[in-house]
């Protein structure tokens, strides 16, 4: 009959329905045997009528309503149900037909009706929980098992001709409701599925985001500790060119791994460089590039503005940290004669340029991933969508640039 998938669950809400339609058919039944027999147009044999609906009403609401049958029975759960139903709005109408006194007293067009009405609600059941070959094979099995009964019957005076007129229109419009609500039920179906594909799009690109934020505090954290500690302990180049000194430097460079580790917890506590805060963007970048050319022992020239449009706090600590970076490195590495730091603003854009003439290098042989300082440039770059270029050639000195398109 109803062909249900054997993995397909129950449609929500599909059995309280049925158990809310059998308590209205039953209270249909009783007040159509109540009504006659006050009219004295039954025999008291219809008492055992009306006993039999209630009892298989509450046989079967009870059926609808076990959740250990359910799981006993599995996919054909619902199917025994609708069965039961058909059996038993039939042989509850069969029965009556038989307890009219009088023959002139009965219409067999009111049972057609009768009949018709309590079949009709389960093509909705059928329709909703499986699909349209559910609602054909229900609405021949109804009308089949309906014709059988009547047939074996003892109402000789049952008007067989009107059953019969009202059998093709009956499936007509079984099956033209079933097809409705089939189509529409697909549709829903389908819809339910998009919907959970992207509920699960959706905890899948949260949780990317929320692995994707920690990556990017972690890195964060890199890139300050990186930059906080290896610029706080530079000391160590000094060492290595004035060793005649290290006596003299050693109570220094333990003040100075104090102040390391004071500025290293610092950079985890704070996300805004300390200079930012006392001097501003243009100053601070003063400062740095000053510092750094006196200790490389190199000629600074600088071309900053007198002032600059309100930066947002990231940017500027991030413009900040990357000419720090750049800095510290031709101190560390470039061995340069002389350094260019240039900051410019237009309309749209903020340029920061910083140059040297030292030893270069060769970027396709840099390995980003080893060489933090670098790749920490990279990445603190991306983050607030800047383009970093590095050009530099061995003995040809070395350029980084930084573009950042201004909202």
Not at 145 to 164: G, R
């Amino acid at each position: 009959m109803a062909r249900t998938n054997k993995n397909k669950p129950l449609e929500p809400g599909l059995l309280a329905t049925f158990r809310l339609f059998l308590f209205v058919q039953l209270a249909l039944t009783v007040a159509y045997v109540l009504i006659h027999m006050h009219l004295g147009q039954l025999t008291n044999d219809a008492y055992c009528v009306l006993a039999l609906a209630v009892v298989g009403t509450l046989l079967l609401v009870g059926y609808l309503s076990s959740a250990r049958l359910q799981a006993t029975f599995g996919h054909h759960y619902f199917v025994l149900a609708l069965v039961f139903s058909i059996f038993l709005s039939t042989l509850v109408q069969g029965e009556l037909i038989q307890s009219f006194i009088d023959p002139q007293n009965y219409s067999s067009e009111e049972s057609v009706w009768l009949i018709f009405l309590s079949l009709f609600f389960p093509v909705i059941l059928v329709a909703w929980q499986s699909t349209f070959g559910g609602v054909v094979g229900y609405s021949f099995l109804a009308v089949g098992l309906e014709a059988v009964m009547l047939h074996f019957s003892n109402s000789e005076w049952f008007d067989q001709v009107a059953y019969q007129q009202s059998i093709f229109l009956r499936l007509i419009v079984f099956l033209a409701t079933g097809a409705i609500i089939s189509l529409i039920m697909k549709r829903q179906r389908r819809q339910r599925q998009e919907l959970l594909a992207a509920n699960q799009q959706l905890r899948h690109y949260a949780a990317t985001l929320e692995q994707l934020a920690v990556t990017q505090e972690r890195n964060r954290m890199a890139r300050e500790l990186h930059d906080t500690l290896a610029h706080t302990l530079s000391v160590r180049s000094l060492w290595q060119s004035a060793p005649e000194r290290s006596y003299a430097m050693l109570e220094d460079s333990l003040q100075t791994a104090r102040s390391g580790l004071t500025e290293s917890r610092h950079a985890i506590q704070a996300l805004r460089a300390g200079p930012l805060d006392d001097l501003g963007l243009i100053l601070a970048l003063r400062s740095l590039a000053e510092n750094a050319a006196g200790r490389a022992g190199a000629a600074l020239t600088l071309e900053l503005p007198a002032s600059l449009e309100k930066l947002s706090p990231d940017v500027e600590q991030s413009l900040f940290r990357v000419a720090q970076e750049a800095l510290e490195n031709i101190v560390r590495h470039a061995e340069a004669k002389s350094i260019t730091v240039r900051l410019e603003q237009a309309a749209k854009s903020l340029v920061l340029s910083i140059s040297d003439d030292g030893q270069g290098f060769d970027p396709a042989k840099v390995d980003m991933h080893s060489h933090l300082g670098l790749k920490g440039l990279r990445e603190r770059v991306e983050l607030f969508g800047g383009n970093l270029q590095i050009n530099s050639q061995p003995g040809k000195g070395t350029t980084i640039r930084l573009e950042l398109e201004l909202q």
